[in-house]
């Protein structure tokens, strides 16, 4: 995982020594047990899925009733959401032989049901591929000269945009497998038109075919119209690390989660690129943060390391309204799915080799 995400020390179980001597075979050292993961406030967990491998990645399909993983190993599995079944494995002998990690997973968002699910995913050796569900066949695949990190679609699905290890942002048309554009800086170095280093974080405005957003090592989140080479403004200041740029739909407040323990988690305006407020942090102490998201109208959610832990928070009072808590190891990514069937969205959590899915309660979610 060397130079992909920065990951967290692993969780170890405490001990405690005695005040006497203690020799090699001595058995005086008490282990404390470690702390299944669990639900504090607000949300209740609702299923627990062990995927073998460490999970690197994850989306839920448009209709919310499958969950794809990605997985360290280059392998994708499917799950059907209901009872937690893996229905599908996606990997072909380039996946199989090259073994690196699946960085991102995108469904696509327009897609006829008729012709079923389509799944955009990104590999750590710079392989891009089209996969279709039902068939667990790669119907498309092109290869990039980096490490792709992440990608996403455009509102409409026509187009998608990959990023990784260089600074360039491709744009690709989706019928064609073309690259279209590259955004990029302008080579010289006193402008910040773009970024310097390694992105992460993609988003798209849910408005608009053309706008996005993009941040990474470099320390800035940049402004695009991906028909244009190079950024329009910026923000300085926010570290992004994983997916962790969401746009309101509602304010066009943009939510950033940074890898960091001061400031992990700010809102800014997109209009006037002006910090609106820091989040604090819980009363548990910093986290890192990997993933953000705005969840409906009045909360947001945001997962990481350190802590291990994810927590739903209050948008008007910033506090923490329910948490999952004693996670085996830092979370990379996280996703949300609406159904009409629930008021309450269904969120999938990922760490170590397992996901996690909750569901918030309350009279704030019904």
């Given at each position: ?26 058995s005086d050292i008490s282990q404390e047990p470690v702390p299944e993961p669990s639900t504090e406030g607000d949300l209740r967990l609702e299923r627990e899925i ?317």
């Open positions: 995982m060397s130079g992909l995400l920065v990951t967290p020390r692993p969780r170890v179980s405490p001990s405690r020594l005695s005040t006497q001597l203690l020799s090699p075979s001595s062990d995927c073998g491998e460490e999970v690197m990645s994850c989306q839920f399909n448009p209709s919310g009733i499958l969950l794809a993983a990605g997985l360290i190993n280059g392998t994708i599995k499917v799950y059907t959401v209901s009872d937690g079944r893996c229905v599908h494995t996606l990997k072909d002998d380039q996946s199989i032989s090259v073994h690196l990690p699946v960085t991102a997973l995108r469904f696509h968002p327009n897609r006829p049901s008729s012709k079923g699910d389509l799944l955009l995913a990104t590999y750590a050796g710079g392989q891009v591929k089209f996969w279709h569900i039902s068939t667990q066949s790669c119907v498309r695949s092109l290869q990039e000269d980096r490490q792709t990190l992440s990608a996403t679609f455009n509102p409409s699905g026509s187009h998608f945009v990959t990023v990784g290890s260089s600074d360039e942002i491709l744009v690709y048309d989706v019928e064609s497998m073309t690259c279209v554009n590259i955004c990029q800086p302008s080579p010289s170095l006193a402008l910040m038109d773009g970024h310097r280093s390694r992105i992460f974080g993609l988003k798209f405005h849910p408005y608009s075919e053309e706008s996005f957003l993009s941040g990474g090592w470099d320390d800035t989140v940049q402004f695009w119209d991906m028909r244009q080479r190079h950024s329009l403004r910026r923000i300085s200041g926010p570290h992004v690390c994983g997916d962790a740029l969401d746009i309101d739909p509602n304010t066009e407040q943009i939510l950033i989660g940074s890898w960091r323990k001061e400031e992990s988690l700010q809102v800014w305006d997109s209009l006037n690129g002006q910090k609106i407020h820091t989040v604090s942090d819980d009363f548990r102490g910093p986290s890192r943060i990997y993933c953000c998201r705005w969840l409906g109208t009045g909360h947001m959610i945001a997962a990481g390391s350190d802590l291990n832990m994810c927590r739903i928070i209050d948008r008007n009072s910033l506090m923490t309204r329910g948490s999952l808590i004693d996670l085996p190891g830092g979370v990379y990514c996280l996703d949300v799915a609406t159904s009409s069937s629930s008021p309450a969205p269904l969120i999938a959590i990922t760490s170590s080799h397992k996901l996690f899915l909750v569901r918030p309660t309350g009279t704030a979610f019904s």
